[in-house]
Antibody, heavy 121, light 107 residues
Framework: QVQLVQSGAEVKKPGASVKVSCKASGYTFTSYRISWVRQAPGQGLEWMGWITTYNDKTNSAQKFQGRVTMTTDTSTSTAYMELRSLRSDDTAIYYC??????????????WGQGTLVTVSS | DIQMTQSPSSLSASVGDRVTITCRASQSISGYLNWYQQKAGKAPNLLIYAASSLQSGVPSRFSGSGSGTDFTLTISSLQPEDFATYYCQQSYSTSVTFGGGTKVEIK
């Protein structure tokens, strides 16, 4: 069965960087795009961007451009999201999500369990 | 970016009630609209995709409709396990956006 297992919670200081991993199993990793979505405490869902896993092409929300890097390691079927210059309002649960369909359509049928990133001095 | 506006932001309903949640896009998104359910402390779960297609394994009491700018999610007979927050999401644009969410609470 499809599984996305994310790395554990992180506590970071303002100005630092965080790198969250998302290890995929149960399917051919390079056949489906991976996206990243975050959710601040008590708030809604915010799309951050996606990475096409067979060629590492990325697309990110304008809000995060210049601060976010999405990569993959196909040898371990793992996707990564690095966010730099962290601020207190980056405190959130970060989710990875997989497209439902092989044809990229931003329909998120599978989600990781989420990774809590806390930014605090 | 395409703005997605959900209404209401919250509602109280009883088991057995018919519940309708609305999502409006700031521009036409054709039928590129998806609905998710999120329970407290859990990741979102896909319910409906492409405006009206029921995700495999999702109960048939959930249905979606609409096209262009106006969409609805309907729960025909609310069950205890349906109390959650619901989000719409447009997949028309390469910059994906979510609605603000609708929290369905027990009356």
């Amino acid at each position: 069965q499809v599984q996305l297992v994310q790395s554990g919670a992180e506590v970071k200081k303002p100005g630092a960087s965080v790198k969250v991993s998302c290890k995929a199993s149960g399917y051919t990793f390079t056949s489906y795009r991976i996206s990243w979505v975050r959710q601040a405490p008590g708030q809604g869902l915010e799309w951050m961007g996606w990475i096409t896993t067979y060629n590492d092409k990325t697309n990110s929300a304008q809000k995060f451009q210049g601060r976010v890097t999405m990569t993959t390691d196909t040898s371990t079927s793992t996707a990564y999201m690095e966010l730099r210059s962290l601020r207190s309002d980056d405190t959130a649960i970060y989710y990875c999500a997989r497209d439902q369909l092989v044809l990229p359509a931003a329909i998120y049928g599978y989600w990781g369990q989420g990774t809590l990133v806390t930014v605090s001095s | 970016d395409i703005q997605m506006t959900q209404s209401p932001s919250s509602l109280s309903a009883s088991v057995g009630d018919r519940v309708t949640i609305t999502c409006r896009a700031s521009q036409s998104i054709s039928g590129y609209l998806n609905w998710y359910q999120q329970k407290a402390g859990k990741a979102p779960n896909l319910l409906i995709y492409a405006a009206s297609s029921l995700q495999s394994g999702v109960p048939s009491r959930f249905s979606g409709s609409g096209s262009g700018t106006d969409f609805t999610l309907t729960i025909s007979s609310l069950q205890p396990e349906d109390f959650a927050t619901y989000y719409c999401q447009q997949s028309y644009s390469t910059s994906v956006t979510f609605g603000g969410g609708t929290k369905v609470e027990i009356k």
